[in-house]
């Protein structure tokens, strides 16, 4: 991978910016669906200053951590994106925090540990990175730079959702369920995420921005590799588990593949 450094939005652009994502994770033409999205006549939302990547967590993280510093580097290759992507559709991109962490950190969604992995909290709209589990992701079978950087694509695909409304939506739609349903309601919103990292990871060589972040030959497969690793059955397996489909909450390692490979 090139360059490896040492509420929802206003004016309805939310929906058009949603149907445009999903029409195209569905198989739709992408500039048909952003055609149609600067013909709808949405005003622009009001612009909101990109906030500063903040190292942070209950471990001080050096300066010239290499895993630090690739992952804030991944973070604004995913503004110069998805910020291209809003403004083409007539709005302006407000991108998340993030915060770097080894071990434990607490957050606007409660205190989280290494267990938990990196995470996106919507209440302070921060992306929060482990960067222990990226130590292990490469252990599970899914090493490389882009693996890693599919991990904060996924989180961003939260951050996008969070904007969006859709995962209000989809919590509201979660209450009074029984657990296997809830969990595929959960499922689908992690593999959207997923698709939302495709998505960035194809117009990533296109985008114009300071990030500097390029695709190399090799970088999807381990973007592939990285996804099958983290899916709910290869998890259950090895932790010697049967794997339950009813008991999934991000999806199968063939769903998760899947839906990172349309998105691209």
């Not at 622009?44 to 942070?56: K, N, V």
């Not at 690793?229 to 909450?249: E, H, N, Y």
């Amino acid at each position: 991978m090139g360059r490896m450094p040492g509420g929802r939005m206003g004016g309805g652009i939310g929906g058009l910016i949603l149907i445009l994502l999903i029409g195209y994770c569905m198989g739709a033409d992408p500039s048909m669906l952003l055609q149609m999205a600067s013909e709808s006549g949405a005003g622009p939302a009001t612009q909101i200053g990109t906030p500063e990547r903040t190292p942070g967590g209950s471990t001080e993280i050096p300066e010239d951590d290499v895993h630090a510093n690739f992952i804030s580097a991944i973070l604004a290759s995913t503004e110069d994106v998805w910020g291209a992507m809003f403004a083409q559709a007539g709005s302006r991109y407000e991108a998340p925090t993030l915060v770097l962490f080894d071990s434990s950190v607490s957050s606007a969604c409660g205190m989280n540990t290494a267990a938990t992995g990196p995470f996106y909290c919507p209440a302070d709209r921060q992306v929060y990175m482990d960067l222990s589990f990226f130590r292990e992701l490469a252990r599970l079978g899914g090493p490389g730079d882009f693996a890693q950087a599919y991990v904060v694509g996924h989180e961003v695909g939260h951050h996008l959702q969070n904007l969006m409304g859709t995962s209000s939506e989809v919590h509201a739609a979660q209450r009074g369920l029984g657990r296997a349903e809830a969990n595929q309601l959960s499922v689908m919103l992690e593999l959207q995420a997923d698709c939302y990292a495709g998505v960035w990871a194809h117009y990533l060589n296109r985008a114009q921005g300071p990030s500097g972040v390029r695709l190399d030959p090799g970088d999807v497969e381990e973007g592939l590799a990285a996804a099958a690793a983290i899916g709910d059955d290869r998890l259950m397996s090895r932790a010697g588990r049967a794997a339950t489909p009813d008991a999934f909450t991000h999806g199968s390692s063939d769903q998760r593949a899947y839906w990172l490979k349309r998105g691209i």
